[in-house]
């Protein structure tokens, strides 16, 4: 049985000058979505979220397409995230470290120059498991900490495309994690459409997303998806060290949404749980 829900944010008449614009939303995740972290394991699960007004698309991808055909001479590559990290496939360039330095300057580059709003959220999972267990954090929000973090990614989206993409409605486009993994995020925001979050009302998120996420595998290679892979783990690694200085930080840190403030942070980046050493992270 759920527990009480206070009065929760509606959309208001400002920012919503389009109601039928449209904007794609790409998701994608790094990290396991369990809150023990093992030995060894990268210790955040980030979801991230790309925003591209639907008529700007075509742009975006041409770009992208453009630099993977001038690097690699063709499109129908994949370009993942961990193999930049690891300098694995495509990011080998033959062990060269000269080589491999200038493709990954060359790839942080384009990911600047590429017009999105970006927006993450970054569960802290020891932290996690530490202040609420194996729980849900409150009775509003599921206890699987994916679905969490969607609760929460799907509020600041809201709030993006009613401030940031005057009031346009975002089509939310997922990379395909398995058939149950899929249905499972697909009930959940059927769920959202329903009852709404704690903070924001139903209403709103209805009005502000089409129902139904689309999912597309890897080897669709999906520009926008490519890039919300890109930007998930450089805001886990911030946040896990906050002296740090991960790749593509610089460059993607920009994106975050960050003339929008919510009460603990600017709207594009969510650190769950909360600490007020994080303050001002985002400009670090």
Known sequence: ?????????????????????????????????????????????????????????????????????????????????????????????????????????????????????????????????????????????????????????????ALALQTEFAGARGRLIAESRGPKEDAQLQQEFVRLHIDGTSYIHPSWIRRQMFPGILFHRKQDYIPGLEVADLLARPCGEKVLDPKSDPERWAELSPKLCSRRETAHSPLGLKIVPWDDDFEGLIKS
């Open 1 to 157: 049985m759920r527990g009480p829900i206070w009065p929760r944010r509606r959309a208001s008449g400002a920012g919503t000058k389009d109601p039928e614009k449209e904007c794609l939303v790409f998701i994608d995740e790094c990290g396991s979505h369990t809150v023990n972290v093992r030995r060894g394991e990268f210790g955040a699960f980030c979801l991230a979220a790309v925003l591209v007004a639907a008529e700007a698309y075509g742009a975006f991808c041409d770009r992208w397409n453009r630099w993977k055909e001038a690097t690699w001479g063709s499109s129908r590559v994949e370009t993942h995230e961990p193999d930049v990290r690891r300098r694995n496939g495509r990011f080998w360039c033959g062990g060269d470290r000269t080589e491999q330095a200038q493709l990954v300057e060359s790839l942080g580059r384009e990911l600047a120059a590429l017009e999105f709003t970006g927006i993450v959220v970054v569960v802290r999972r020891d932290a996690y498991a530490s202040e609420f267990g194996q729980d849900s954090m409150d009775t509003s929000l599921p206890s699987h900490v994916y679905l969490v973090a969607l609760d929460f990614l799907c509020e600041r989206i």
